[in-house]
Nanobody, 124 residues
């Protein structure tokens, strides 16, 4: 079992930066693929970024590539999402997730555990 808690969301202006954190507790956290997803009301949860347990495999959605950076610190049981150059269309609830399969990292169905989410609002 893995328990995930996100933090770092907030209200910012377009062009600003935010860093989201996801603190994990539970056994074998470091063996999980970690992902970030986001969701707006009325839409499906959307893949944002994922990182393998070693950090050797990293993936991004095209919409955030070059602006967002995912990283993890296994010693601290924490995964981060650095978001630069934020746009109004980045407004969403952001969720951290932990899963067991690198091949399924781009899909929400590939993750077993989810945090409660943190709101990110970007004003124009």
């Amino acid at each position: 079992q893995v328990h995930l808690v996100e933090s770092g969301g907030g209200l910012v202006q377009a062009g600003d930066s935010l860093r989201l954190s996801c603190a994990a507790s539970g056994r074998t956290y470091s063996s999980y693929v970690m992902g970030w997803f986001r969701q707006v009301p009325g839409k499906e949860r959307e893949f944002v970024a994922a990182i393998s347990w070693s950090g050797g495999t990293i993936s991004y959605a095209d919409s955030v590539k070059g602006r967002f950076t995912i990283s993890r610190d296994n010693a601290k049981n924490t995964v981060y999402l650095q978001m630069n150059g934020l746009k109004p269309e980045d407004t969403a609830v952001y969720y951290c997730a932990a899963g067991g399969s690198i091949s399924s990292r781009l899909k929400a169905s590939g993750y077993d555990y989810w945090g409660q989410g943190t709101q990110v609002t970007v004003s124009s």
